[in-house]
């Protein structure tokens, strides 16, 4: 673009540019748009408009005096979003990983809150009595501070895959990482005391100690405390409740010392 401009020659080549672009405008800058300019470059920008990727070209320009936005967009070419390009197969591998954990490999926080809670009430529909139960490693912050984080990932990943042995059935048995070391266990056709009777015999049996490999190798070892809750225990299809339920009795369980489980 040239140097000197005249608003005769901005109006012009905006009109030009219409039939490149798709949408082309040119105002008057204000103070605010000028002041917060970084330079007199080309800006560019992509925008998701429609379902397309736009690219939006954006100049200021100074012409007779006044401070002129010169704007210009057009679609990008194959800019369709990509899950539109994928087949069925690709789709469904795609909300496959979107719905498990990148660390442990099992359920993650948003299967939990879309397609877990859609199973619930499911069977809370069909009349199925379903549990929850919130797991948490003990003492996770001095562990981390005496173990680092490469150790913690280790041992994270060490625990997950210890209930899923158990727990990996999506449509009646599942486990879920939801934070950092917070795990959601959901089982269908059990009542609280029967989950809590059947992770207390799973949690007795399962190893108290991980080998780290992380430096010299060396056994860390780990307790866990567990609260639960079913269905039954709360009105309707109230999974915050059930939630909540579930956060008081693992508080509990943790005051009370840790290492154990709290279903009452």
Known sequence: MKKE????DLRAFAE????????????EA?????????????????????GQVDCVLRRLIEADGKL???????????????????????RELCRDDMNH????????????????????????DAHRCASLALVALDDEDGMR??????????????????????????????VCRLTDTLFAIG????????????LNGIYAEMPRACVASVGLMRRV???????????????????????????QRLKAAQTAGGDQICSK
């Open 30 to 50: 204000d103070e605010e748009t000028a002041d917060t300019w970084q330079d007199d470059g080309l800006q560019v920008d992509y925008v998701l408009r429609n």
């Open 16 to 27: 030009n540019a219409q039939t490149a672009f798709e949408d082309v405008t040119l105002t």
């Open 187 to 198: 089982c269908a056709d059990k009542n609280c005391a029967e989950l809590a009777e059947e």
């Open 145 to 174: 501070a005496r173990q680092g984080d490469a150790v913690m990932n280790q041992l994270v990943c060490f625990v997950a895959n210890q209930w899923k042995k158990y727990y990996d059935r999506p449509a009646e048995r599942v």
């Open 101 to 124: 954990d990148f660390l442990t490999g099992v359920f993650n926080r948003r299967y939990f809150e879309t397609e877990f809670c859609t199973r619930l009430d499911e069977w809370t």
């Open 68 to 90: 002129w936005q010169l704007q210009m967009t057009a679609p990008l070419a194959g800019s369709d979003l990509p899950e539109d390009r994928m087949t069925a197969r690709e």
């Open 221 to 247: 070892p780990f307790t866990q405390s567990i609260g639960c809750a079913c269905t039954g225990e709360v009105r309707g299809k109230n999974w915050d409740a059930l939630y909540q339920l579930c956060e």
């Open 5 to 8: 401009w005249t608003e005769q």
